[in-house]
C-alpha cells in the first residue's frame, strides 16, 4: 500500500476567520481581535503561496473555491471532511461543529475525482453519526499507516470511538485507540496535531498519551522500523506533529518525497529533529500560514487531504 501520495485537495478559503464553534475542543484556536477585520484575506495569501511552494515541489493540488454562503470559516481544513483512497472509495466524516458539516459536498467531491482521474468505485457515508453526537474528524482524527493497515486515533469530542471502529470495519484497518492529554489536562482535539506517520519516519509526542496507553502506543509504532521522534511539548505547541510527507518525482532524483510542514514548525522543531527528518525525507519544505494556524488552530498538515491514485 502506498503510504504517501503526490495529489493532494485543497479549498481557498472564502470566509475564513475565529470559529467560536471549534474554539471549545480546540486549544490551538487563539481568538485575535487585531486580525479579524484582515482574516480572509491575510488565509487567501497563505493559501495561495502554500499552493505554488507546493507546485513548485511537483505536488500535483487540486484546488476548489470556497463558496460565500453558506459561511464556512474553517474550509480550509477539507482533510476533516473527506478521504479519498487507494481502492476508490470516498469517505464522508461526521464533524462535531455545525458550521462545518456545511463544508460537505458530494459535488465537490467528484469534481476532485474528475480533475485528479480518481475512480471512485464505493461511497462509506459516516455522518449519520451526527444525530447521536457521535463524531470522527476524518485525517484531522485519524493518523494511517497504509502499509501495516492501523489508525492511530486519540479520544476526543471529535473522535468517537463507534465510529473509528465502523470506520476500519469498512476500509479493512485495526484501530490503535488511545487518551492524549495537553499540559493542561485537557483532551487534544485531533490526532495529527500529536501524530505524523511518514515512509521512514513517525512523530508522535510520546509524553502527550497516557500513561495506561503509552507502552502499547510506542511499541506498535516501533514495530514498524520507522525512525521514532519524541516530540516535545513546545514542539507539539508549535505544530510539529502536524506535518506531512508527500511524494513527488525530480528529473535527477526521479522519485522523492517531500516533508510538509510550517514556518512555525521549522523553527519550533529541534535541531537534531530536523536532522533526523532530512535523513528521513529528500525535502523539507516549510511553508507560513501563521493566521490559519492562529486563527484556524490547525496548520498546514490539516489544509491537505491526500488523494490517493486508484
Known sequence: MQQITQTVFMVRPASFGFNPETAGSN????????????????????????????????????????RLEPRCPDAVFPNNWISFHADGTVVLYPMEAPTRRRERRRDVAE???????????????????????????????????????????????????????????????????????????????????????????????????????????????????????????????????????????????GDCSILVMSTTARRSFRPDHLARLSAACDTLLAVPVPTIERLGGGSIRCMLAEVFAS
Open 27 to 66: 486549544r490551538f484556536q487563539q481568538a485575535d481581535t487585531a486580525l479579524a477585520a484582515d482574516a480572509a484575506q491575510l488565509a487567501q495569501r497563505e493559501f495561495d503561496a502554500a499552493v505554488q511552494a507546493l507546485r513548485s515541489e511537483g505536488i500535483r493540488v487540486i484546488v476548489v473555491d470556497d
Open 111 to 253: 469534481q476532485v475525482a474528475h480533475d485528479s482521474s480518481f475512480a471512485i468505485t464505493r461511497w462509506v457515508d459516516l455522518t449519520a453519526h451526527e444525530q447521536a453526537g457521535r463524531y470522527l474528524e476524518g485525517t484531522g482524527s485519524l493518523v494511517l499507516d497504509h502499509r501495516a493497515r492501523v489508525a492511530y486515533a486519540c479520544r476526543s469530542s471529535r473522535t468517537h470511538e463507534a465510529v473509528l471502529q465502523e470506520w476500519c470495519a469498512a476500509l479493512g484497518y485495526a484501530a490503535e485507540v488511545f487518551d492524549a492529554m495537553d499540559p493542561r489536562g485537557a483532551p487534544i482535539y485531533h490526532t495529527n496535531v500529536l501524530m505524523s506517520l511518514g515512509e521512514r519516519f513517525v512523530v508522535c509526542a510520546a509524553d502527550a498519551v497516557a500513561t495506561a496507553d503509552r507502552e502499547r502506543v510506542l511499541a506498535r509504532l516501533a514495530a514498524t522500523q520507522r525512525d521514532l521522534l519524541t516530540l516535545s511539548a513546545d514542539e507539539v505547541a508549535g505544530f510539529c506533529g502536524n506535518v506531512l510527507e508527500l511524494a513527488s518525482w525530480d528529473e535527477n532524483l
